[in-house]
């Protein structure tokens, strides 16, 4: 049994309990984020997927990858989707060299 | 889960609807919605089983190994009912109906009726023995041709249709825009028709539209005049790869959260008349293929064909109508209302 369970993902209204009230400004807000807007539904998408393999939410990956295939976008323009955001994150954790280049310099002669 | 299940077996004894979580007719009445049909617009007739291709969604089950078509006794009474009621518009599907012998007499005869003919044409037949003139066929005929093309890209569109059908759909495409297909200056109408190559909902027509407006126009120099989107239906073909993949409760909790009241006015068993290769008579071409009849009160065969008996009869319906009001909804014409 993996530790993540794909039904969950149908059970997420369950947070609701104990404090309803925040969960339905969450929703509110979720939803409103998915409509078109001055960005369509498909570039939401394919955002959405790109941050969902980022953060790393398997529940947010697959509900991406099928909105995204539901509003007309395919694996090569996911894919490229998926490469921007990691690199992303790649060339995050690499800036963090200068913190190690300038601690290096400052305590070396 | 389940509350309604109708026990319609497939020939190899699997049951021929999904499990669905709500009944439709359930989820009709606690809509306070009656399905009716109302005047017959549309004759749409379903010539037979044998088609080249044997794509993966295929709710007819049809292939080069199948033989039921239509005779051409049946082809008369169509004609007949054409010429007698004045119905507005005959659609050809099947299979591939160009394979069948009477096609070219149907269209021929059903085109002196007045009436407009739509052939549900699947592009690679033209390249069959003796059908490399479809082309010409079609434009002296007037016919509305529309076509599957699942997608702008090779990968999808041969998952779905088979190996090498998006290469010769994009030649046939060339073809039917050079006798004048979608071209400016005429009247013939090319239709193409997205279905989803998985097991999800097609994207919202308008948009999708314009992906393979600009596609098609940038990598092929290819035209067409509309796009439909079409939701697959899980029988036949469609539900075996449900069943295989282990998506089929999933798309089906789909089908049933995305049901959208406003779908059900403009479907389309309200206004057309399926009819078999046998001549017997249907509500859609899904419920043919499940032998699921029209109403006991309605004629049963279009030997027996009467508008006023067929007009409000209550639709036949089972789990597998939650295909054509998911969302923005789907009919032989595509979508049919707002997400």
Known sequence: ?109 | MQTEFIRINRRDGKPALPASPVGFDEKLKSSGIELLAGKTEILQVNVGKLCNQACRHCHVDAGPKRTEIISRETVEACLRVLRRHHIPTLDITGGAPELVPDFRYFVIEARKTGAKVIVRHNLTVMFEPNQTDLPEFFAENQVEVVSSLPYFLQQQTDAQRGAGVFEKSIEAVRRLNAVGYAAGNTNLILNLVYNPTGAFLPPAQTAIEADFRRELKNRYNLFFNNLFTITNVPIARYLDYLQRSGNEEKYMQKLVAAFNPATVENLMCRNMISVGWTGKLYDCDFNQMLELSAAADSPPTIFDFDPEKLEYRRIATANHCFGCTAGAGSSCGGAVAAA
């Open chain 1, 1 to 109: 049994m993996s530790y993540y369970n794909e039904e969950d993902l149908g059970r997420f209204g369950e947070i609701a309990e104990h404090k309803p009230e925040l969960f339905e400004k969450f929703m509110a807000w979720y939803q409103a984020c998915q409509d078109d807007g001055a960005l369509s539904k498909r570039e939401k998408a394919l955002i959405g997927l790109a941050v969902s393999v980022v953060v790393q939410c398997p529940y947010c990956i697959d509900a991406y990858t099928q909105s995204s295939l539901e509003n007309g976008s395919n694996q090569e323009q996911m894919t490229e989707a998926i490469h921007l955001a990691s690199a992303i994150r790649g060339g995050a954790s690499l800036i963090h060299g200068i913190q190690s280049h300038n601690a290096h310099d400052k305590i070396s002669m």
